[in-house]
């Protein structure tokens, strides 16, 4: 198996040391940067190609590389935005199968998650195909040395490409919760719908998206999208803050790694009050009306507390 990797301005897309885990240290860089990112795949990858061919274009590199890849028999990218665009238009050059939003991917079997994560569904693979990787859901495996070609590739062909007027830094508010750096979730110890506008307005202050439990999502105090969880999200944030969240083993599998939880629960023994780096014990809706207060007062006024 080969992971397919595109890279934007050295950057790599979440769920990309994952994919190449999941086919054994065997990648293919593509974009701009490829460089500068194989020095982030240091450990993860054994032996790494890279193709430096310029801006995102999905459907003239679906083109290139059917060409180049013709030969490798599995593909495998990360589900990540760029991910989703470029694996249907690869696998339709291809003539493939297309495996989308898989859990485990292999020659002999893959498993792919259905009905809004419900579901899960293993398939015995066609001998070729594409497929796309869920981020944030295997882990990655460390190897010893990697090894680095770089492949001059075939000119691209024009296709019906878009054309990129402006590239613009993610919302906080409205990115995909799976590739959120700071969240700021709640759960039922928070008392009202409204609590959630007040986590909005926090997370646009700290620049963060907002998560709930699924005791939230089943109320419909907030959509499913915002469900992080077994059954919702998964997300990898370095900064985590939890208002009224239990830490049920459902909520917490998706959570990823947090470099930094902040937790904020009346219950100080709570496994979610366990996990954290900062416990705050005390009312979280209380914690958030001081917050938001202190956030949005001037500095002046705030420089002497
Ligand atoms: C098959 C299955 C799949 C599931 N999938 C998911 C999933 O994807 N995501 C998910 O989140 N859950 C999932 N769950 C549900 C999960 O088991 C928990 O029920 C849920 O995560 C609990 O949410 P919670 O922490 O908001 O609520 P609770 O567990 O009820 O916790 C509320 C917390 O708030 C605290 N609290 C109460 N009042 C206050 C206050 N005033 N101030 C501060 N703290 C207060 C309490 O001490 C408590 O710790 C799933 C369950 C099942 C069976």
Redesign the pocket.
């Known amino acids: 198996m080969l992971a397919v990797i595109v890279v934007r301005g050295g950057a790599l897309p979440l769920g990309a040391h994952e994919s190449v885990s999941e086919c054994e240290g065997r990648a293919a860089l593509v974009g701009s940067g490829t460089a500068a990112a194989a020095f982030d795949l240091a450990h993860v990858a054994r032996e790494l190609t890279l193709m430096e061919v310029g801006e995102f274009r999905p459907a003239a590199w679906a083109a290139m590389l059917a060409t180049v890849l013709a030969d490798e028999p599995m593909l495998v990218m990360p589900a990540s935005p760029d991910g989703r665009d470029l694996a249907p238009l690869l696998a339709a050059e291809l003539h493939r199968p297309l495996y989308a939003q898989a859990l485990s991917i292999s020659s002999d079997r893959v498993d792919l998650v259905r009905g809004r994560g419900t579901e899960l569904h293993s398939i015995e693979p066609a001998s070729t195909f594409v497929a796309t990787l869920q981020p944030g859901v295997r882990g990655v495996d460390l190897i010893e040395a990697t090894t680095m070609v770089r492949t001059s590739v075939p000119g691209l062909v024009e296709r019906d490409d878009p054309t990129i007027e402006q590239v613009l830094p993610p919302d906080a508010a409205t990115i995909d919760l799976s590739e959120a750096k700071r969240i700021v979730a709640g759960?039922?110890?928070l008392?009202d719908q409204r609590r959630f506008q007040q986590l909005s307005a926090l997370g646009d202050v700290l620049a963060a998206s907002v998560g709930a439990?699924?005791?939230?999502t089943d109320r419909g105090w907030v959509g499913h999208e915002r469900?992080?969880?077994?059954?919702?999200v998964t997300v990898d944030p370095s900064l985590y803050i939890a208002?009224?969240?239990?830490?049920?083993?459902?909520?917490t599998s998706?959570l990823g790694q947090p470099q930094h939880i902040v937790s904020?629960?009346?219950?100080p023994f709570?496994p979610?009050m366990q996990l954290a780096d900062l416990a705050v014990v005390?009312?979280?809706?209380a914690v958030l009306d001081a917050l938001l207060e202190q956030l949005e007062a001037p500095m002046s006024e705030t420089a002497h507390v």
């Open positions: 759960g039922a110890g008392d439990t699924r005791v939230i469900q992080i969880g077994t059954t919702g208002f009224g969240i239990s830490g049920a083993v459902q909520h998706g904020v629960n009346t219950d709570c979610m005390g009312d979280a809706n």
